[in-house]
């Protein structure tokens, strides 16, 4: 991956996952073109997948001689916020900038839904639709697998194997993982396919995709999160909600129900274990209430 691909990604998650405003991408942006150019100037031929900490530093070195204290805060926070989206989506297994200086932020998580509120949303989708049945699916298949949502626009018939319980995943680095499936899911898709996705002609190539529009093309990830904003919207979930929630929410909640960290790892597609940490970090609740009962001086562990 080249700078040039990587910024494009970066800026087209910000605005159809975070859905942050123009300025708020440019500003993002413009740090990360910074770095890119300060690189480019200086001959060190590295991609954002390789780039180390020593030359972060050496640029943040050079642009401290003309910015303040304050811009320089602001710039580190931009460049640690574009290499978390690197790691988040699998692309790097470490974030370089974790050892540069900066003022103390919390960690940037998604935002999860708890059951209640997938089920809120999933209760807004117009069944009488034509539309209706296909957005439950996804967003079942969505949040029962923890798919990513490029893996799920690419989903394809012959990645379905239902009499085994599991499905096919295509997922980064072209790397193929089998993900177990629900008998609820299973019962939706296979209703889509037989009243929705029978009836329309898909395009040729995209004839094996599970997933199709009225023209019978494949859905775009930013199709997938405005069906998902609406849907929020309309339950009164006062959270910023996209594909992205789903899948995170489904770690999360396999962890609260006691899951094997690396179970999840596997579910997931993640080459690394501290991903998978990111996705499914427990809430502070969860862990006192943990320590309070389990802990060797434990009033309650002696009282059981």
Same mark, same amino acid.
């Given at each position: 991956?080249?700078?040039?691909?990587?910024? /494009?990604?970066?800026?087209?998650y910000?605005k159809?996952?975070?859905?942050l405003?123009?300025? *708020?991408?440019?500003?993002?942006?413009?740090?990360?073109?910074?770095?890119s150019?300060?690189l480019k100037? %200086?001959?060190l031929?590295? *991609?954002?997948?390789?780039?180390?900490s020593?030359?972060?530093?050496?640029?943040?070195?050079?642009?401290?001689?003309?910015i303040?204290a304050?811009?320089?805060?602001?710039?580190?926070s931009?460049?640690?916020?574009?290499?978390?989206?690197?790691?988040?989506?699998?692309?790097?297994?470490?974030?370089?900038?974790?050892l540069?200086?900066?003022?103390?932020?919390g960690?940037?998580?998604?935002?999860t839904?708890?059951?209640?509120?997938?089920?809120k949303?999933?209760?807004?989708i117009?069944?009488?639709?034509?539309?209706g049945?296909?957005?439950?699916?996804?967003?079942?298949?969505l949040?029962?697998?923890?798919?990513r949502v490029?893996?799920?626009?690419?989903?394809?018939?012959?990645?379905?194997?239902?009499?085994?319980?599991? $499905?096919?995943i295509?997922?980064k680095?072209? /790397?193929?993982?089998?993900?177990p499936?629900?008998?609820?899911?299973? %019962?939706l898709?296979?209703?889509?396919?037989?009243?929705?996705?029978s /009836?329309?002609v898909?395009?040729?190539e995209?004839?094996?995709?599970?997933?199709?529009?009225?023209?019978g093309?494949?859905?775009?990830?930013?199709m997938?999160?405005?069906?998902?904003?609406?849907?929020?919207v309309?339950?009164?979930?006062?959270?910023?909600?996209?594909?992205?929630?789903?899948?995170?929410?489904?770690?999360?909640?396999?962890?609260s129900?006691?899951?094997?960290l690396?179970?999840?790892?596997?579910?997931?597609?993640h080459? *690394?274990?501290?991903?998978?940490e990111?996705?499914?970090?427990q809430?502070?609740?969860?862990? $006192?209430n943990?320590?309070?009962?389990? %802990?060797?001086?434990?009033?309650?562990?002696e009282?059981?």
């Amino acid at each position: 991956m080249n700078w040039k691909q990587a910024i /494009k990604d970066y800026t087209d998650y910000l605005k159809i996952e975070r859905n942050l405003s123009q300025n *708020s991408i440019n500003s993002y942006k413009r740090d990360v073109l910074k770095l890119s150019n300060f690189l480019k100037n %200086h001959n060190l031929l590295v *991609s954002p997948i390789n780039i180390k900490s020593e030359n972060i530093q050496q640029f943040i070195y050079e642009e401290s001689k003309k910015i303040s204290a304050r811009s320089q805060a602001r710039l580190i926070s931009g460049l640690k916020s574009f290499f978390n989206y690197l790691v988040f989506e699998d692309y790097r297994e470490d974030n370089p900038t974790n050892l540069i200086e900066s003022p103390k932020v919390g960690k940037h998580f998604p935002n999860t839904l708890e059951k209640e509120e997938v089920n809120k949303i999933i209760a807004e989708i117009d069944l009488s639709h034509p539309q209706g049945e296909r957005n439950k699916t996804i967003i079942e298949t969505l949040y029962s697998c923890g798919l990513r949502v490029s893996e799920l626009i690419n989903l394809q018939l012959s990645d379905l194997f239902f009499e085994d319980g599991y $499905i096919k995943i295509l997922g980064k680095g072209n /790397k193929y993982r089998f993900v177990p499936i629900h008998h609820t899911t299973m %019962h939706l898709i296979n209703s889509y396919v037989f009243h929705f996705r029978s /009836k329309i002609v898909p395009k040729k190539e995209d004839e094996d995709i599970l997933f199709l529009n009225r023209r019978g093309k494949r859905l775009t990830r930013q199709m997938i999160f405005l069906i998902l904003k609406d849907l929020a919207v309309k339950a009164n979930i006062q959270k910023k909600v996209g594909p992205h929630t789903l899948r995170h929410s489904f770690a999360t909640y396999l962890l609260s129900k006691g899951a094997d960290l690396r179970v999840i790892q596997q579910l997931l597609g993640h080459e *690394s274990i501290t991903t998978t940490e990111i996705y499914a970090h427990q809430n502070k609740t969860q862990l $006192i209430n943990t320590v309070e009962r389990f %802990h060797p001086r434990s009033s309650k562990r002696e009282n059981e």
